[in-house]
């Protein structure tokens, strides 16, 4: 089984090394999860107009927390949390200095276990499948609905295993090579969001691009990445169930 101790390396490793805000491959990609998250997060300010607590659990360089905190919560009262694994994402993170933000490094569940803090705005971005074993994704799930405030929104950006199993088995079909699963992931059981959260809702915000890129464009040729393949499926209207990262929206 792989160790906390074997994911921190792995992650301080990609952001020492990293020169980009972010170490994700897939630069359109990327952008569309941006903006989904974005998107429902002015949709709950919007509604909600008192002083915000925001958590975001696996904040990396601080990337996503510039973005919303500068562009989206301007006119907001608010104060944003970023908890990661990694000890060099939270000092690329520390190093933007952004209002009402602060960063730590830890391990998810034991923050969980140390703050009495709950939130308006709990947010994930691959996060949760950081979590390598389901007892544990479980538990995780537990603790964010239990640290979520009454009228409160949680965001999970997150590859589920049925999802990942769709996309391969049209690979299969197509007499393509599988998909290569990254090894320090555990894709999320989608039936996990359903059972421990009464209220969930599923988006499928990439799906005509992950259908283009990942299904139709390895049919043709080998594909590379941030091709002009990629910049084109991006910009479609977004529609199916292709998509192999979900956008989870949970309330409680």
Not at 93 to 116: E, G, V, W, Y
Not at 192 to 215: A, G, N, Q
């Amino acid at each position: 089984m792989t160790s906390k101790e074997n994911l921190t390396k792995v992650w301080d490793k990609y952001y020492e090394k990293s020169k980009k805000n972010y170490i994700l491959k897939d630069d359109n990609f990327f952008k569309l999860e941006i903006q989904a998250i974005s998107d429902q997060i002015s949709f709950y300010i919007k509604k909600n107009k008192r002083p915000l607590k925001i958590l975001e659990l696996g904040s990396g360089s601080g990337y996503l927390a510039s973005i919303i905190c500068t562009k989206i919560f301007k006119k907001s009262q608010y104060h944003y949390l970023g908890v990661d694994f990694s000890q060099q994402g939270i000092n690329k993170a520390n190093k933007r200095k952004i209002k009402n933000c602060s960063f730590i490094q830890s391990d998810f569940l034991d923050f969980f276990s140390r703050t009495k803090e709950n939130f308006d705005i709990i947010i994930t971005q691959r996060s949760i499948m950081a979590i390598m074993n389901n007892t544990d994704e479980k538990k995780l799930l537990n603790l964010i609905r239990d640290h979520m405030k009454q009228n409160s929104v949680g965001i999970f950006s997150e590859v589920t295993i049925q999802a990942f199993k769709k996309l391969q088995t049209l690979h299969k079909k197509l007499g393509l090579e599988p998909i290569e699963k990254v090894w320090h992931s555990h894709h999320l059981d989608e039936s996990f969001i359903k059972k421990i959260f009464s209220h969930s809702e599923m988006i499928d915000y990439s799906s005509t691009y992950w259908l283009i890129t990942r299904v139709i464009y390895p049919y043709f040729e080998e594909p590379k990445h941030n091709s002009l393949i990629h910049s084109f499926a991006s910009k479609l209207l977004q529609s199916g169930d292709y998509g192999m990262v979900k956008l989870f929206l949970v309330k409680k």
